[in-house]
């Protein structure tokens, strides 16, 4: 049986979006028929384990179906628990989710945990969201603050490089890092050309490749109280009004799986 594809969502800074791409990530992953189990290292807030709970409750309250992911819950007892504690339950949920699917779709928290840096260990793709702003890039890259040049890596591309040491120290293979421009606002922002160049330097230093994100749409909000995400809108699943909004917001989930190399994403477009 081939080996599941582990693919990390992390960010050490909080409220970069990691919740908002990992469960669209694995609905569109579902939808393109793919077998993924789902871990939720956020052990505190659990937004991705809260999502699924909502999906599976709003379904069979309204009749219908629509693809759920193998999902192995983490008590948030754990996050209170010594390290060789949480990393046991790690491990071993871990290895139970592994061997029955296509992909291990993991949620990590806003901080650094030592599950969630064995998570980044095990990765064969990371996904690191981040918002159009400095703050953010700090978490990535140090830059000089008369001059915006980028000086050195920062925290958490410390952290993907010393996982990408151990996965190829475990298995002599290489980690793919796609960093993703998140929440564009509508227009051009002041500070974005400026930023981009930083995060294009920083790319060439460190090897990351640099994706499209979701911009902040009112519908990616609207739908997760229902555990739904625009790859689930069909005839039998409408929970809101449709509008072109969606079709704009379907558009750019494909471009975010394609530029992943996880689905063409063509499915996602099917007139619903």
Partial sequence: ???????????????????????????????????????????????????????????AANGVSAPMPVEHHLAAELARAPDAEAMAHFEDAFEKVSDQVDYVLIDTPGGDTAIS???????????????????????LGIVDPVTLDLKRPSLYSETVW????????????????????????????????????????????????????????VIYRELFPFGLTVADLSPTIRPVAMSLQHVAARQELRALMGCLGLTSGDELLAAQ
Avoid at 8 to 20: H, L, Q, R, Y
Avoid at 125 to 138: Q, R
Avoid at 205 to 213: A, D, K, L, S, T
């Fill in 1 to 59: 049986m081939a080996q599941a594809k582990v693919i990390i969502v992390g960010n050490e800074k909080g409220g970069a979006g990691k919740s908002t791409i990992a469960i669209h990530l694995a609905t569109g992953l579902l939808h393109g028929g793919g077998r993924v189990a789902i871990l939720d290292l956020d052990l505190r807030q659990q937004s991705m384990g809260h999502f699924f709970a909502h999906r599976a409750a709003w379904l």
């Fill in 117 to 139: 840096r064995a998570a980044h260990g095990l990765a064969d793709l990371i996904v690191t969201p981040m918002n159009d702003s400095f703050v953010d890039f700090d978490m």
């Fill in 162 to 217: 010393n996982s990408r040491k151990v996965k190829a120290a475990a298995s002599g293979k290489s980690i793919d890092w796609v960093v993703l421009r998140n929440r564009l606002a509508p227009t051009e922002a002041r500070n974005r050309k400026r930023l981009d160049e930083r995060v294009q330097a920083l790319s060439r230093r460190v090897g990351f490749r640099v994706g499209p994100g979701l911009r902040d749409r």
